[in-house]
């Protein structure tokens, strides 16, 4: 049972250039999150999804874009990267039943902009 | 505008005793509340988690209570190890949405 995998692990982007950061869940969670934390700061969330083909904007989404295709998937798109976006990136799914479920982590994606 | 907050960037104590982190919050329709533990290059792990209708849920070694007149929640772990060196984020939830405070770093002396 591998949880939420997150690939890449690590990546260097150069100013203007796009990338997906891939989530994939195996554990049935309705919920996926995608959630930015830099240095010395909360995690804090981009987009969210309560289910294939709904999504919904979190605290900071601007400058990326999800799509929820199937159950099992939230990839994160980055179109135009800005140093601004340099930051690990957390991936996190949830079951849909009750608000007491926790979140389940991947290991995060580091992204650098230069 | 930060609506969990840790204060307490990081905390030392010795193998053995007990280790306090706190947590506070503003928003009051906050229903539930849970703490995750976060290696380095790791994705944080859920720890334990209270209701707001509760305050104190204790499972082996940590306990958190909630004090919701002050808007407060607390981890305790006794004993600690040095395993437990994490950092520790208390997270508030309200619909869909989860909160996080900013982290405390807790080293735990051998």
């Known amino acids: 049972n591998a949880g939420v995998t997150q690939t890449p692990k690590f990546r260097i982007l150069k100013i203007g250039q796009s990338m997906t950061l891939q989530c994939t869940q195996d554990?049935?969670?309705?919920?996926m999150y995608w959630y930015r934390q830099d240095p010395g700061m909360g995690l804090k969330l981009i987009y969210y999804s309560v289910g294939a083909g709904i999504t919904d904007k979190g605290e900071v989404p601007n400058g990326y874009n999800v799509s929820r295709s199937t159950t099992e998937d939230f990839p994160l798109r980055l179109e135009l990267a800005a140093p601004s976006q340099t930051s690990v990136y957390f991936c996190a799914g949830r079951q849909a039943l009750g608000s007491n479920q926790p979140q389940h982590f991947g290991d995060g994606t580091r992204l650098s902009i230069l | 505008d930060q609506q969990v907050k840790q204060n307490s960037p990081s905390l030392s104590v010795q193998e053995g005793r007990i280790s306090i982190l706190n947590c506070d919050y503003t928003?009051?329709?906050?229903?539930?509340f849970l703490w995750y533990k976060k290696y380095p290059a790791e994705g944080p792990t859920f720890l334990i988690s209270?209701?707001?209708?509760?305050d104190k849920n204790e499972d082996g070694r940590f306990t958190v209570f909630l004090n919701k007149s002050a808007k407060h929640l607390s981890l305790h772990i006794v004993p600690s190890q040095p395993g437990d060196s994490a950092v520790y984020f208390c997270?508030?939830?309200?619909?869909?949405?989860?909160?996080f405070g900013t982290g405390t770093s807790l080293t735990v002396i051998p």
């Open positions: 997270a508030a939830v309200t619909g869909n949405q989860f909160y």
């Open positions: 209270i209701s707001s209708i509760k």
């Open positions: 554990m049935n969670h309705n919920y």
């Open positions: 928003n009051s329709m906050f229903d539930y």
